[in-house]
């Protein structure tokens, strides 16, 4: 039996904050996005903290996504036809 020299990687759950947040921390977040306080980054990174988006979003496409929802200048959505 061969021994692996490569060490295992843990992750240990430190953010006990999170559990006893109230509700209304979704609510506080979007009004302090919306009011210029933090950035859209912040406003993604602390939804991924608190399990309100998957740790597997992807901004940079979301973006794209979004992007692409906006009404062009003629009325139509994004790219499509």
Do not use: C
């Not at 992750?11 to 859209?40: G, Q």
């Amino acid at each position: 039996m061969a021994w692996h020299s490569s060490k295992p990687e843990v992750a240990v759950y430190t953010d006990f904050s999170i559990d006893m947040e109230s509700d209304k921390a979704p609510d506080f977040l979007l009004k302090m996005h919306e009011r210029h306080v933090i950035s859209r980054k912040a406003l993604i990174v602390e939804a991924k903290r608190r399990d309100f988006l998957s740790a597997e979003h992807n901004e940079e496409e979301d973006m794209k996504e979004v992007l692409a929802e906006l009404p062009g200048d003629d009325g139509a959505i994004g790219n499509q036809v």
